[in-house]
């Protein structure tokens, strides 16, 4: 387990590079003033969602990766409890008489796997939000941009400034 790159990727860089990534998006940025008043705000809008597809395909990746590693690691632990309860089940059932007691045995014997999953599966989870966040952003600048065509459109405009 701890040799094997199957189970492991970089939460911590994964969580760090995430976090900045959203932080740093640039539709936070945009200033309404400029919208209003329409000084370079298409420029600003397009290069800020062709960032925001950028980083949604970043964050894909890592969630790709974590999903991946989440699988492996999932499936590697109903294999090594099984593993486990039938070599070693007479053993077991000597020292704990209930089911229970067994399988928080067992339990307790994983538990750096459990943890270690745990974490993958909190990254899984930061990605996934952060990967929500930028659809729903999405559907805010689509819905920004057809209001300020509308609007220009009846003021005679051509161009979003």
């Known amino acids: 387990f701890t040799l094997d790159k199957a189970y492991h990727i970089d939460i911590d860089g994964f969580r760090s590079d995430a976090r900045m990534l959203h932080k740093m998006r640039p539709l936070r940025k945009l200033d309404g003033d400029n919208a209003i008043e329409g000084r370079g705000f298409a420029k600003k809008l397009v290069k800020a969602v062709a960032t925001e597809v950028a980083n949604r395909g970043s964050l894909t990746e890592m969630l790709t990766q974590a999903q991946s590693v989440r699988y492996r690691l999932r499936k590697h632990l109903e294999s090594l409890e099984e593993y486990l309860l039938v070599t070693y089940g007479i053993e077991i059932s000597a020292a704990h008489k209930t089911v229970k007691d067994r399988d928080a045995?067992?339990?307790?014997?994983?538990?750096?796997y459990f943890k270690h999953l745990d974490e993958v599966d909190n990254l899984v989870a930061e990605l996934e939000y952060?990967?929500?966040?930028?659809?729903?952003?999405?559907?805010?600048?689509?819905?920004?941009?057809?209001?300020?065509?509308?609007?220009?459109?009846?003021?005679?405009r051509t161009d979003l400034g």
């Open 105 to 112: 045995f067992i339990s307790t014997q994983l538990r750096t």
């Open 130 to 156: 952060y990967i929500t966040d930028i659809d729903k952003a999405g559907y805010s600048v689509r819905a920004m941009t057809d209001i300020f065509r509308a609007v220009f459109v009846t003021e005679g």
